[in-house]
């Protein structure tokens, strides 16, 4: 599900993201960044493979795949602050 009003209630207003293709640093820049994926793909489904927690750190292998057959192998390392709002997101293609 593309739901960008509830990613917005998840992300720290400082939140910076990085992966392979963007780099932004904001609430309003990840979100636009986010808003692009979601306009660039009829379909995006994300099974997860893997999970790790760890105080405010969790790390996930996940399968995305694009419009059913675009399929990408990436591991996030996602950091949340003391709200338990993200406040880092990196990705990483397998």
Do not use: W
């Amino acid at each position: 599900m593309k739901n960008i009003e509830q990613l917005e209630k998840m992300f720290a207003d400082e939140i910076v993201l990085s992966d392979p293709n963007i780099y932004c640093i904001g609430k309003k820049e990840v979100l636009n960044a986010t808003q692009n994926i979601f306009n660039s793909a009829k379909n995006i489904h994300i099974k997860v493979k893997e999970l790790y927690a760890e105080d405010r750190t969790v790390i996930a292998e996940l399968e995305i795949l694009i419009d059913v057959n675009d399929l990408i192998k990436i591991v996030d390392i996602l950091k949340f602050d003391e709200h338990n709002k993200i406040k880092s997101i990196k990705a990483y293609k397998m």
